[in-house]
Nanobody
Framework: QVQLVESGGGLVQPGGSLRLSCAAS????????MGWYRQAPGKQRELVAA???????RYTNSLEGRFTISRDRAKDTVYLQMVSLKPEDTAVYYC?????????????WGKGTLVTVSS
């Protein structure tokens, strides 16, 4: 089993920045891909960004280059740097992990961290 714990969410003004962190523990040897998803009120959960153990990345097209995913394999931690935040980025952000490099089977989930973008 793998446990994922997110941190770094909070309230930020439009145009501001935040960095989310997700630390994995347990059977981390089984992890290949790690990623961030988000779920806004009344909307479905959607992929934000994901990264493989070799550093390959995937982003949702709507981000316009504002978010950057990175990973510290030594610390079993994945980060999401978010800049130029907009009110529509408000959501619960979830960390996810799975064994496959094609991002399938992302079966491990954290409890989420709330990001609120508001003035």
């Amino acid at each position: 089993q793998v446990q994922l714990v997110e941190s770094g969410g909070g309230l930020v003004q439009p145009g501001g920045s935040l960095r989310l962190s997700c630390a994995a523990s347990g059977s981390t040897f089984s992890i290949n891909a790690m990623g961030w998803y988000r779920q806004a009120p009344g909307k479905q959960r959607e992929l934000v960004a994901a990264i493989t153990s070799r550093g390959g990345t995937r982003y949702t097209n709507s981000l316009e280059g504002r978010f950057t995913i990175s990973r510290d394999r030594a610390k079993d931690t994945v980060y999401l740097q978010m800049v130029s935040l907009k009110p529509e980025d408000t959501a619960v952000y979830y960390c996810s992990a799975g064994p496959n490099s094609d991002y399938s089977g992302m079966d491990y989930w954290g409890k989420g961290t709330l990001v609120t973008v508001s003035s």
